[in-house]
């Protein structure tokens, strides 16, 4: 389902990602660990395509995106590939509610469906209740959930999360993970996440990272 071959990338001259080459297999749910700047953010971001590597191959769900045309690329993240950041990415205009179902609308949903198989997701992780809130009126762990919830809402084949729970608190992140086992195990999808935590990553492949290297 992820293939990476030989990936490397670096930042005015300084080496970020060295060499790196893994298999991540269709249903694995994989973890990277790896201290600050050891090039975890830098991977994913490549892996999801908003960012370029410097030489190496990257297949995600048996598509080369580095050979993707923006246009190609915008909707296979759309319809294949969920991803949620650090920052979250929710648009600021819109309403939690509006941010989750968007990429439904954008692929012709109709709204009264759409808005349904979004508040069945926003009940199972505990943010029903803010789904009219726009991203200014919700807390770090508020926004991560509507992120989550966003990234999932149209069963991505393919699933990147940067510190999927970092803005949680220990409750919240175990509702979340034990969501993403669901998903994980009910749809079949392929997960990868980026995570400094331990608990987060307890059931899943652990790959580690230390100074851009893949460590054996």
């Known amino acids: 389902m992820i293939k990476v071959r030989n990936l490397n990338k670096s930042y005015t001259g300084e080496p970020c990602l060295h060499n790196i080459s893994l298999d991540i297999q269709r249903g694995e749910f994989v973890s990277v660990m790896g201290e600050s700047g050891s090039g975890k953010t830098t991977l994913l971001e490549i892996l999801a395509g908003v960012r370029s590597a410097d030489s190496g191959d990257v ?3 048996g598509e080369d995106i580095s050979k993707m045309t923006d246009s190609a690329l915008s909707k296979f993240r759309r319809t294949r590939l969920g991803v949620v950041y650090q920052t979250f990415g929710l648009i600021p205009t819109l309403t939690s509610l509006e941010n989750i179902i968007l990429p439904l609308i954008l692929n012709s949903m109709p709204r009264k469906e759409a808005n349904l198989r979004a508040e069945k997701i926003a009940k199972r992780l505990n943010i029903y209740g803010i789904l009219s809130k726009y991203p200014s009126e919700l807390s770090g762990g508020q926004a991560q959930r509507v992120a989550i919830a966003r990234a999932v809402i ?3 084949e393919v699933l990147l999360l940067d510190e999927p729970t970092g803005s949680l608190d220990s409750v919240n992140t175990k509702n979340v993970m034990d969501f993403l086992f669901e998903f994980n195990r009910e749809l079949g999808c392929t997960i ?6 331990s608990k987060a990553a307890e059931g899943t492949r652990i790959i580690r990272i230390k100074d851009g290297a893949v460590e054996e």
């Open 59 to 61: 297949t995600v769900s």
């Open 154 to 156: 149209f069963e991505p």
């Open 192 to 197: 990868l996440q980026i995570t400094h935590s």
